[in-house]
């Protein structure tokens, strides 16, 4: 694993699709996990009650576990909940546990309920003598306020696509959705980056599908492609990325190419509408 270029500031992702299952969360961890190799110091913040991220970190969140619930509903320091991840290299993680599945509910009646993650995180990297070079926020598959918060927290939005029929069905809602956030809640926000994931070269469909994204996102999709892959779906039950899993499979090896694009390519520059 080579060295990466570090962005100059954090770069804070989110990594949304309402769509469930079209692989936020293996993205999320694949891509923190293989910049930390390759000497980013990331953090990666759940906020999708299954906890499914945690689980695939190595990251202990059982319900009595201090977590991203007690951040932002009970404005504990978010210093307070980050956890190591056994993974190689500086990688962190903010778990959730199953109290997150009631803050949906909970948010809607506290004062300033869409920024509560953004206060806590920036007090967190305030305070970090070296702070991170990237967060990534793993949302759950639905617009409420906790993908809400994640919105106004990020500078970019991440969008994984599932390589299949209905891909692109859903993506208009998501970035009709983004767009307000983006006029009413935060005007930094960008969708630096769409991956197509999951994908199958040997069917025409999935090809097609890829193509299509292309034409439609020319400057936001990565070149790199994520396959198909067995390893890369067993890895989350061992507690690890797909990298330290089975670091030459097929689909460790995209990840770790996309992760190089993405530190590439850099930070999308800001103002000046998107
Ligand atoms: P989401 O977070 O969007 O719900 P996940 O990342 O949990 O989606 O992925 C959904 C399922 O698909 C999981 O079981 C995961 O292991 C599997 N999966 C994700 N990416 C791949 C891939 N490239 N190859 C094979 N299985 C994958
Ligand atoms: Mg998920």
Redesign the pocket.
């Given at each position: 694993e080579s060295r990466l270029p570090l962005p100059e500031r954090t770069r804070i992702l989110t990594i949304s699709?309402q769509?469930?299952?079209?692989?936020?969360?293996?993205?999320?961890v694949n891509l923190a996990a293989a910049l930390a190799r390759s000497g980013a110091k990331v953090l990666v913040i759940d906020l999708?009650p299954q906890g499914?991220a945690s689980t695939a970190l190595g990251v202990e969140h059982r319900s009595d576990t201090r977590s991203v619930y007690d951040v932002i509903i009970d404005d504990l320091p978010l210093a307070d909940v980050v956890q190591e991840s056994p993974e190689e290299g500086a990688l962190y993680c903010v778990p959730a546990t199953i109290h997150l599945a009631g803050a949906e509910i909970e948010l809607v009646s506290l004062v300033a309920r869409e920024q509560r993650l953004r206060r806590a995180l920036d007090l967190h990297v305030k305070e970090m003598a070296e702070p991170y070079d990237y967060v990534f926020i793993?949302c759950p598959?639905s617009l409420g306020l906790l993908t809400i918060n994640a919105f106004v927290a990020a500078g970019e939005v991440l969008i994984?696509i599932q390589c299949e029929y209905y891909a692109l069905e859903g993506l208009s809602q998501l970035l009709k959705n983004i767009e307000l956030i983006e006029r009413h809640l935060n005007p930094e926000l960008r969708v630096s980056t769409i991956l197509l994931?999951?994908?199958d070269s040997r069917t025409n469909l999935a090809n097609q599908v890829a193509q299509d994204v292309r034409d439609h996102f020319p400057d936001q999709v990565l070149e790199t492609i994520?396959?198909?892959?067995?390893r890369?779906?067993e890895a989350?039950s061992y507690g690890q990325s797909v990298i330290s899993y089975d670091m030459n499979s097929s689909?460790s090896l995209s990840y770790q190419e996309a992760a190089a694009e993405l530190a590439r390519r850099g930070a999308p520059r800001s103002g000046g509408g998107s």
């Amino acid at each position: 694993e080579s060295r990466l270029p570090l962005p100059e500031r954090t770069r804070i992702l989110t990594i949304s699709n309402q769509k469930g299952g079209v692989g936020k969360t293996t993205t999320t961890v694949n891509l923190a996990a293989a910049l930390a190799r390759s000497g980013a110091k990331v953090l990666v913040i759940d906020l999708d009650p299954q906890g499914n991220a945690s689980t695939a970190l190595g990251v202990e969140h059982r319900s009595d576990t201090r977590s991203v619930y007690d951040v932002i509903i009970d404005d504990l320091p978010l210093a307070d909940v980050v956890q190591e991840s056994p993974e190689e290299g500086a990688l962190y993680c903010v778990p959730a546990t199953i109290h997150l599945a009631g803050a949906e509910i909970e948010l809607v009646s506290l004062v300033a309920r869409e920024q509560r993650l953004r206060r806590a995180l920036d007090l967190h990297v305030k305070e970090m003598a070296e702070p991170y070079d990237y967060v990534f926020i793993d949302c759950p598959p639905s617009l409420g306020l906790l993908t809400i918060n994640a919105f106004v927290a990020a500078g970019e939005v991440l969008i994984p696509i599932q390589c299949e029929y209905y891909a692109l069905e859903g993506l208009s809602q998501l970035l009709k959705n983004i767009e307000l956030i983006e006029r009413h809640l935060n005007p930094e926000l960008r969708v630096s980056t769409i991956l197509l994931t999951m994908h199958d070269s040997r069917t025409n469909l999935a090809n097609q599908v890829a193509q299509d994204v292309r034409d439609h996102f020319p400057d936001q999709v990565l070149e790199t492609i994520i396959p198909r892959s067995v390893r890369v779906s067993e890895a989350p039950s061992y507690g690890q990325s797909v990298i330290s899993y089975d670091m030459n499979s097929s689909g460790s090896l995209s990840y770790q190419e996309a992760a190089a694009e993405l530190a590439r390519r850099g930070a999308p520059r800001s103002g000046g509408g998107s």
